[in-house]
């Protein structure tokens, strides 16, 4: 009898053993108990211009869980990292991202119109931000305008696929849009990668039919900061996915969207997160 009560106990604490390690097993979760996912909008980009390996490794530096980026693709077929779909605010060139080679797109200086000091920023390629970060921070990837550019989502795949990051934690890499059509495309052809709708700002708020059937293809659901409710995350909760709005740029926001239990949030301002985060721990 007591020998079965001690096989017991052992395998409790065996299958325990193994629960433990899964819930941390990635290498990247923030902090030392469960708390917001901070997420660093094209890098740290209140401190740095945004989509640049400056933007990043400050992210990084400050200790971001994600690095948040956009992605579109050059005239020769590159995924490269921007916003807007021309490069004149960001860079001292002119005209549409996908009318550029790589090559032309490199060439381009994407710092200084935010500092002098970052004169020397690129545009990064998608494979480019992958080979200097995969496995060193969490990644939110958003396909921006992807209708314009057919195949982006197999092609993210691929890239994906090729630096291992279809295998990793769930959560630590999330594909998002605000194209939902584009982001099921994207769970169909990676189920084993986590996906996120992003919704605009709209004065209705988001219907419920329209939540439930987000949830048959993504993990997270991520609206505008304004749309942003205890009741509107609780719904998300309850259809199994998880919300990280945007974009909280200052404490008032970070603080209200903590308070009506978000999963974390996303803001140019990672330390405003991380500063929440610390109070918390101290208490
Ligand atoms: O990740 C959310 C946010 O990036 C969506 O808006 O315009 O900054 O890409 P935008
Ligand atoms: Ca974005």
């Given at each position: 009898m007591y020998r079965y009560i001690f096989l017991v106990?052992?395998?409790?604490?065996?299958?325990?053993?193994?629960?433990?390690?899964?819930?941390?097993?990635s290498k990247y979760t923030q902090g030392e108990e469960k708390e917001l996912l901070t997420i660093a909008h094209r890098g740290a980009s209140g401190y740095a211009p945004e989509n640049t390996f400056a933007s990043f490794d400050k992210a990084i530096r400050m200790?971001?869980?994600?690095?948040?980026?956009?992605i579109q693709r050059s005239r020769d077929g590159k995924l490269v990292v921007i916003?807007?779909?021309?490069v004149?605010?960001?860079?001292?060139?002119?005209g549409p991202v996908s009318g550029k080679s790589l090559k032309e797109l490199q060439e381009l200086d994407a710092g200084s119109w935010f500092s002098e000091e970052f004169s020397n920023e690129k545009i990064p390629s998608f494979e480019e931000l992958l080979n200097r970060y995969a496995g060193k921070v969490n990644l939110l990837i958003e396909l921006k305008n992807p209708a314009v550019y057919?195949?982006?989502?197999?092609?993210?795949?691929d890239m994906l696929k090729k630096y291992h990051l279809d295998r990793q934690p769930k959560d630590a890499v999330i594909v998002q849009s605000f194209d939902k059509r584009s982001v099921k495309n994207f769970h169909k052809i990676m189920p084993s990668v986590s996906t996120g709708v992003l919704v605009k700002f709209r004065p209705l708020g988001i219907p419920g039919w329209q939540l439930k059937e987000i949830a048959r293809y993504a993990d997270f659901v991520n609206p505008?900061?304004?749309?942003?409710?205890?009741?509107?995350?609780?719904?998300?909760?309850r259809l199994g996915m998880k919300t990280i709005p945007y974009?909280?740029?200052?404490?008032?926001?970070?603080?209200?969207?903590?308070?009506?239990?978000?999963?974390?949030?996303?803001?140019?301002?990672p330390d405003y997160i991380l500063e929440l985060s610390n109070k918390r721990n101290e208490k």
């Amino acid at each position: 009898m007591y020998r079965y009560i001690f096989l017991v106990l052992a395998a409790s604490v065996f299958l325990w053993g193994i629960n433990e390690a899964r819930g941390t097993s990635s290498k990247y979760t923030q902090g030392e108990e469960k708390e917001l996912l901070t997420i660093a909008h094209r890098g740290a980009s209140g401190y740095a211009p945004e989509n640049t390996f400056a933007s990043f490794d400050k992210a990084i530096r400050m200790k971001a869980g994600y690095i948040e980026f956009d992605i579109q693709r050059s005239r020769d077929g590159k995924l490269v990292v921007i916003h807007d779909p021309s490069v004149d605010r960001t860079t001292n060139g002119r005209g549409p991202v996908s009318g550029k080679s790589l090559k032309e797109l490199q060439e381009l200086d994407a710092g200084s119109w935010f500092s002098e000091e970052f004169s020397n920023e690129k545009i990064p390629s998608f494979e480019e931000l992958l080979n200097r970060y995969a496995g060193k921070v969490n990644l939110l990837i958003e396909l921006k305008n992807p209708a314009v550019y057919p195949g982006i989502e197999e092609e993210t795949a691929d890239m994906l696929k090729k630096y291992h990051l279809d295998r990793q934690p769930k959560d630590a890499v999330i594909v998002q849009s605000f194209d939902k059509r584009s982001v099921k495309n994207f769970h169909k052809i990676m189920p084993s990668v986590s996906t996120g709708v992003l919704v605009k700002f709209r004065p209705l708020g988001i219907p419920g039919w329209q939540l439930k059937e987000i949830a048959r293809y993504a993990d997270f659901v991520n609206p505008n900061k304004g749309l942003m409710n205890e009741q509107l995350v609780k719904q998300i909760h309850r259809l199994g996915m998880k919300t990280i709005p945007y974009t909280a740029n200052d404490r008032e926001t970070v603080s209200y969207l903590q308070s009506i239990g978000v999963d974390g949030m996303i803001s140019n301002y990672p330390d405003y997160i991380l500063e929440l985060s610390n109070k918390r721990n101290e208490k």
